[in-house]
């Protein structure tokens, strides 16, 4: 029952923190968008211009992949899979899942991806780290 309740708690971190994306990702086109509109200015400023342009880009791809992980793992809570290793289908740890809602691996099998990539040989693998 533990584990159920803090999956409901988690799964209002998840909606709060999703709206919050939004709502950032909505400001940042829209800033861009108000940048883009300014077209006066001297090479200085254009310059300036241009690396806030990146970063602020760059800041969107970021909080759009966040997301699209906090999309997906609403969804896993919806459909009753949430909380479950993508690879070895064994509960993720409360501990990992409060300090990463949307993680999707348990850490064993997100070592293996982040060393090996996500094609690793999980048939192979399987007895060295699930055993």
Known sequence: MARKDAIENL??????????L????????SALQA????????VVDFALDSAQDELNSQLAEVES??????????SKISNGTYGLCEFCQ????LARLQALPYASNCIACQ???ETLGENWNREEENDEIFS
Do not use: M
């Not at 699209?68 to 793992?73: D, H, M, S, V």
């Open 90 to 93: 064994k509960n993720i740890p």
């Open 35 to 42: 940048l883009r509109d300014q077209a006066s200015g001297d």
């Open 22 to 29: 939004r709502k950032a990702l909505d400001g940042d086109f």
């Open 111 to 113: 070592t293996k991806v």
């Open 11 to 20: 799964k209002t971190v998840l909606l709060s923190r999703r709206d919050a």
């Open 65 to 74: 992949r966040e997301l699209k992980q906090i999309e997906t793992a609403i």
